[in-house]
């Protein structure tokens, strides 16, 4: 099944979303998150009610306009995402997951990008290699061009790397205590240069995405992620995003993947090119 909203063709369209059945860097005894893609597919083409002249068209919020700019490029190996996302280009990639992982193959076709990162962990577990918790020491980027939002779960030797290479980590508790507005003036003065956004689905909390491998009590909510990444989208030049973890043996009610699929929603109408 392909993504309901995606009606382009590849040479024509603004976004190209790409989906990524595996789950080869899960630890984690919750599998499935290789059913990520499809779930969010399938999900999507449910929550899509409104139809004209008997197909189906855009949620009302856009009026139609991005229906035409999404591409489907269907489910890629992991082995050869890298060379997808090379072939693309100028186009903006949306990687569905799979497990985390898959994140660090997409960043290392953006090596100077800052990395905007959503998870209930921070992903810097250098002893660890090809792992959904060692995304961003497995890419060699500079961790001072990282931010990491909504950590709450972090190891010891994870927060030795944040201490030591002065990486932006803001906790949950901050979010809760400051406010969205406040953190995001605290991650403008840190951005430089084109961002990456990639969100794994467990920084909210269980009660609103109870679909993901790795569960963290203590999230996020909806509206915090969405205010964030609104303000991300039209204050910085996003060369792409992804939204990873979703487990669909554990999404009660497809919770998690009505969420997923909303926020893919809000980051494609929300997108402003630079």
């Known amino acids: 099944m392909k993504f309901v909203y995606a009606s382009a063709p590849l040479q024509d369209a603004e976004f190209v979303l790409i989906g990524v059945p595996d789950e080869s860097g899960n630890r984690s005894p919750r599998t499935g998150s290789k059913r990520g893609p499809d779930a969010i597919r399938k999900v999507a083409y449910e929550r899509c009610v409104f139809k004209k002249k008997g197909t189906f068209s855009s ?14 490029y269907g489910n890629v190996d992991k082995k050869k995402l890298g060379k997808v996302i090379e072939v693309l280009k100028d186009k903006i990639p949306i990687v569905l997951g799979g497990d985390h992982s898959i994140t660090a193959e997409v960043i290392k076709q953006f090596p100077d990008v800052t990395v905007i990162y959503f998870d209930a962990h921070p992903g810097i ?4 290699q090809g792992y959904y918790g060692s995304v961003l020491t497995d890419t060699e980027i500079n961790f001072g061009k990282c931010i990491q939002i909504g950590v709450r779960e972090p190891e010891i030797e994870e927060l030795k790397h944040i201490k030591k290479e002065v990486l932006l980590s803001i906790s949950v508790e901050e979010v809760y205590e400051k406010g969205v507005s406040a953190v995001f003036k605290e991650i403008k003065k840190v951005v430089q240069g084109k961002v990456y956004l990639s969100v794994d689905l467990n920084v909210f909390d269980p009660a609103f995405a109870p679909g993901v491998s790795t ?6 909510h909806y509206h915090q992620v969405i205010p964030f990444v ?3 989208l039209s204050e910085f030049d996003v060369v792409g995003f992804d939204i990873m973890e979703l487990s669909p043996s554990y999404d009660q009610d497809q919770r998690t993947a009505h969420l997923a699929v909303k926020l893919l929603l809000e980051m494609i109408v929300n997108y402003k090119k630079k």
């Open 230 to 232: 609104k303000n991300i």
């Open 125 to 128: 577990l250098s002893s660890l």
């Open 215 to 220: 569960p963290v009590p203590g999230g996020l």
């Open 59 to 72: 949620t009302p919020v856009d009026s139609g306009k991005f229906v035409q700019k999404i591409h489907d």
